[in-house]
């Protein structure tokens, strides 16, 4: 049997405090309905009674018996928009009403009724409403029997009419209850779950008439009966649970993608209703769980154990919902779950939730004697902000996720800064892909900032920088260029084009004697696979160009992404002869991991260490510290941001070798490179004084 939980009851037994008025006054015209249905009936009741046969009276007893009995056993469909569950007694109380008449019918329904309330937990206004229900379909019912069978010979067709003006009063009524109390969507309501109930009740119904001819005849072989009904029960059912089964996770039972559509869709109609009157409570909110480690799992201890865990996830998120009714928990597939947090009047109440899932998952999950360590990155999109139907939730929701699982703090809310694929940064990356496919480079282009030796002022090196003059939108900062291609394949393409310029340039130089070694940034996507070694190789020997002559720059954060694979592909790169550079030293993570495990040949100090070190005597400290370690290692050391003399001559008594940024020169056009080396006098550091201490 499916039936709802039990707190699924409790949850319907409850109406929310700014419907009760509403509610209240839709019962009482229920019941009212129900009594100018049914009076006539009852005030003839004496008589009915007094010209029943004993045949007949037999037959009453037998039905109400089968109906009460019946309804102990009630069906339920699942879902929290079905508009009744299916109460097996109706085939009685219906024939009751076809021969006895209205009030007969209409009591033996109470009884049953009763019954089903106390089996299903029921608070007392649901019982009598749902009795006030019955009676005004018994009563409209009647109504259609006696008018259409005025009209029509043939038997049957009256009680068909009758059995669908039962349908229509008692499923209408129902479903107006349930869009007056929970301010569901109404159509949708309406016709979800109509077809599962018109055939499990139109079967119901229209076993009454063969009852009924049973009852005229011998009443006694009413019992046969049984096993028929057990039959529509069956496919009651059956019909229940392939429904379920639609929208559940088979593995851990919790709600799947296609109830998670339902759920958000639903909600998005409810919250913007209580947006009209000023609802506080007005918002939603999607949150996105990814678990961390989980592949590992699976890749070490096998599917079944991962499987294991999944479960104990689901479990533990839905204790953190628990006491929030409405809230729902889901599985999208894989280690991804997903919780709807309704009734929300600000964003911190969203966060407070994932603070609550984030503790949820700290304790480790036993499994056969094992800890299991879990935990997962949240993300957050908030209805109305970040979207008002389920697509753009969805997606906002899983771009914050993946903001979080890459910043590794947890938990992350929707910010179009986290959004590498809204419609302007996909259409930024197609004209990017356009440039690149421009022999003429669409407006690309590379600057070039010149690498001054501090101790001989000799220009010994140059650092290549894109620059991207956009048709219609101008100049694009380099960040944004590179944030949007940096996710795609565009980015190996970019690559490809800035190697391929500076190379052919290093080329021109040598040729008018100017000789330089050029650093070009690469990123983790460039640094995944091998490809990039044969990609520098061809082309070295295809401008003639010593591989010495070239530097890739590589940030500590590429390290991170895939340390084994990278450090293989910079290995590779060593060997051909190609300089390894590491940027933004100092602001990544394990650092000092890193400079004993890379084939470097030279770190670059982050601009913001540099840049503080006139001011701060700890930047001073940490500058002073990176230069005698990877001086140690044998090690090049380059200060980014150089931008006054006063850093310029710190770093020259901190022993750094080679410095770049505004006080020596703005970034170059390669037209410019050529003059600007010849005719270039950087300043010597011979007779210079200090008025700032190097230590702290």
Known sequence: MVATSFAQQMLRNRVPATRRRAFGFYVACVMLLATILTIDDFLALPETLAALSSSMRLGLCIMAALAVA????????????????IFPSITFTFCIMLLYGVALAVIVQTLAVAMSSWR????????????????????????VLDAVGDHVSLRLVPILCAAGGWFFAKYMTTALAIWIKDGVPFWPMVLGPLPAEALTTGALLMLAPATMMQVQRRPEFLLVLILPLAAVRKLAIMTAQQRHLASVDPLTGLANRKALITEVTAAAAAHAQRAVPGDRERGFALLLLD????????????????DRLLIAVGDRLEGTVRGRPGDVVARLGGDEFAIVAKRLDSSSQARA????????????????????????????????EHGTDFATLFRHADVAMYAAKHRGIGTAVYSPDHDHNSPHSLTLLGDLRTALADPGGGGLSLEYQPQIQISTGKVVGIEALLRWEHPYNGEICPDDVIRV?????????????????????????????VQLRVSVNVSVRDLHNSEIVDEIEALLKRFGVPADRLQLEITESALMADPHRVVATLTNLHRLGVGIALDDF?????????????????????????????????????????????????LRVVAEGVEDDHAWRLLHLAGCDVAQGWFYAKPLTAAQVPQWVAAAEPPL??????????SP
């Open 70 to 85: 019946s309804d102990a056993f009630p069906v339920t469909l699942p879902g929290k928009w079905n508009t009744a569950a």
């Open 120 to 143: 299903m937990r029921h608070a007392l206004w649901r019982a009598c409403f749902n009795v006030a229900q019955y009676s005004v379909a018994i009563g409209l019912a009647h109504l």
């Open 586 to 634: 100092g602001t990544g993570y394990s650092s000092l991991q890193h400079l004993r495990r890379l084939p470097l040949t030279e770190v670059k100090i982050d601009r913001s260490f540099v840049q503080a070190m006139s001011a701060d005597a700890d930047a001073r400290a940490i500058v002073r510290s990176i230069i005698e370690l990877a001086g140690a290692l044998g």
């Open 685 to 694: 550091p011979a007779g210079m004084r200090l008025s700032v201490p190097l």
């Open 353 to 384: 939730l994932a603070k609550r899932i984030e503790e949820a998952l700290i304790a480790p999950v036993v499994l056969d004697g094992l800890p299991l360590d879990v935990g997962g990155s949240i993300g957050i999109a908030l209805y109305p």
């Open 291 to 306: 678990l961390d480690r989980f592949k590992r799992v699976n890749d070490a201890l096998g599917h079944e154990v991962g």
């Open 485 to 513: 291609a940096e996710s795609s394949p565009v980015m190996r393409l970019l690559t490809g084009w800035v190697l391929c310029q500076a190379v052919e340039r290093l080329a021109r130089w040598a040729a008018d004697g």
